[in-house]
């Protein structure tokens, strides 16, 4: 099994350019989640999603938007990316229990 | 005040030696607790959950005061391979059936030979 992968690992964006963040995971979980971690601030939770087909907000969802329309996946998009979107990004899954598995990360930058 | 809160460190310490963090949350309803520990650029891997009882998973014990409301987690014999930031996560249950966490901006350890 991979687990969770991230895709893509890396990414410079200009600001006001879009993109989306793709996350799978293979261990049929029922919950998937999209964090960023910034210096000294902890990973925050962006969205979150509790099923195929749902969607919810986390802590920090504005300039962010989600979808999950297949179990295995959940994408992450930028509409106008502006330079505090400059962190690192995780996504991570979870059976209904809490444990999380996590995936490698996308460091994205944004100038 | 932040919801769960670490001393951030760095803590150095050398090979063999017994080193403890604390952690403090907010929200006396929290439900479950966990340490992660998160390697450079690397994602955060769970390192063990902590009971209301204390557990123990070889080198490593974690503790729970719920009236205190504060975590622990004790490494014994401290390895280089140790060195890592240690994240305190909370399970403060406030979004329904949803299984969100809380993390802590964790501490940051650093074995020396």
């Known amino acids: 099994n991979a687990g969770v992968t991230q895709t893509p690992k890396f990414r410079v964006l200009k600001t006001g350019q879009s993109m989306t963040l793709l996350c799978a995971q293979d261990?049929?979980?029922?919950?998937m989640y999209w964090y960023r971690q910034d210096p000294g601030m902890g990973l925050r939770l962006i969205h979150y999603?509790?099923?195929?087909?749902?969607?919810a907000k986390g802590e920090v969802p504005d300039g962010y938007n989600v979808s999950r329309l297949k179990k295995q996946n959940f994408l992450l998009g930028l509409e106008s990316a502006a330079p505090s979107q400059t962190s690192v990004y995780f996504c991570?899954?979870?059976?209904?229990?809490?444990?999380?598995?996590f995936g490698p990360g996308t460091r994205l930058t944004v100038l | 005040r932040k919801e769960v809160e670490q001393d951030p460190g760095p803590f150095n310490v050398p090979e063999g030696a017994t080193v403890a963090f604390n952690c403090t949350y907010s929200n006396s309803a929290s439900q479950s607790f966990f340490w992660y520990r998160q390697d450079c650029r690397k994602e955060p891997k769970l390192l063990m959950s902590?009971?209301?009882s204390g557990n123990e998973d070889g080198r490593f014990t974690a503790q729970l005061n719920r009236a205190s409301q504060y975590i622990s987690l004790l490494i014994r014999d401290s390895k280089l391979s140790d060195s890592a930031t240690y994240l305190c996560v909370v399970n403060m249950g406030t979004s329904g059936s949803a299984r969100q966490l809380t993390f802590g901006s964790g501490t940051q350890l650093t074995v020396l030979p």
């Open positions: 902590v009971y209301s």
């Open positions: 999603s509790v099923g195929e087909g749902t969607t």
């Open positions: 261990m049929n979980h029922e919950y």
């Open positions: 991570a899954s979870s059976p209904k229990r809490d444990t999380q598995y």
